[in-house]
């Protein structure tokens, strides 16, 4: 059974940086999407399983870095810059498949989600 658990939410100001992280139980490409009250849960960005490729959404290009330590089996997701707009549940995601998953439903695996919000 492949494990996520997420951490690192919370409360911050716009303009504040957060870092999420995201332990698995083995080596997936993995990915986070995020989900705000009312609304479907978007991709944010996607990393392959050896971390070499990535992909972010634009709304979160040159804010948002997506990164991986293979030793630890975890992924992090560092958030600069943030916005009100960013508020929402993140997870983390993962598949035993190649390359990179932009699309939710290619997903197998999901974590139980941590809580972001930012301020104005």
């Known amino acids: 059974q492949v494990q996520l658990v997420e951490s690192g939410g919370g409360l911050v100001q716009a303009g504040g940086s957060l870092r999420l992280s995201c332990a698995a139980s083995?080596?997936?490409?993995m990915g986070w999407f995020r989900q705000a009250p009312g609304k479907e849960r978007e991709f944010v960005a996607a990393?392959?399983?050896?971390?070499?490729?990535?992909y972010y959404t634009d709304s979160v290009k040159a804010r948002f870095t997506i990164s991986r330590d293979n030793a630890k089996n975890t992924l992090y997701l560092q958030m600069n810059n943030l916005k009100p707009e960013d508020t929402a549940v993140y997870y983390c995601?993962?598949?035993?498949?190649?390359?990179?998953?932009?699309?939710?439903?290619?997903?197998?695996?999901w974590g139980q989600g941590t809580q972001v919000t930012v301020s104005s």
């Open positions: 990393t392959s399983r050896d971390g070499y490729s990535t």
């Open positions: 995601a993962a598949d035993p498949g190649p390359g990179l998953r932009l699309d939710k439903w290619r997903y197998a695996y």
């Open positions: 083995g080596r997936y490409a």
